[in-house]
Nanobody, 121 residues
Framework: QVFLVVSGGGLVQAGESLTLSCAAS????????MAWYRQAPGKQRELVAD???????NYADSVKGRFTISRDNVNNRAYLQMNSLKPEDTAVYYC???????????????WGQGTQVTVSS
């Protein structure tokens, strides 16, 4: 079993910052990509950012220059630093980890519980 514990969501005003944290634990042999998704009311879930095991990053156009994804490979943690937040960033944010649980070379997606980020204007 893989556990993802997400923290850091909250209510902020436009222009302020938040940092989300995702801690993975449990039955983990190795982790490939770690990612952050979000889902706003009435919209599809979208990829915000991801980071490979070697540190390569990818961002949605809407957050480039404002958000930074990082990871701690020793402690199996991923972070999302969100600066200059806008009302349109309001969404439930989810952590996603692509994990090989048993060292068999088969990877599965594991999802966190989601944390609410609300940005007021």
């Amino acid at each position: 079993q893989v556990f993802l514990v997400v923290s850091g969501g909250g209510l902020v005003q436009a222009g302020e910052s938040l940092t989300l944290s995702c801690a993975a634990s449990g039955s983990i042999f190795s982790i490939n990509t770690m990612a952050w998704y979000r889902q706003a009311p009435g919209k599809q879930r979208e990829l915000v950012a991801d980071i490979t095991s070697s540190g390569s990053t990818n961002y949605a156009d809407s957050v480039k220059g404002r958000f930074t994804i990082s990871r701690d490979n020793v402690n199996n943690r991923a972070y999302l630093q969100m600066n200059s937040l806008k009302p349109e960033d309001t969404a439930v944010y989810y952590c996603n980890v692509n994990v090989d649980q048993y060292g068999l070379g088969t990877y599965f997606d594991s999802w966190g519980q989601g944390t609410q980020v609300t940005v007021s204007s």
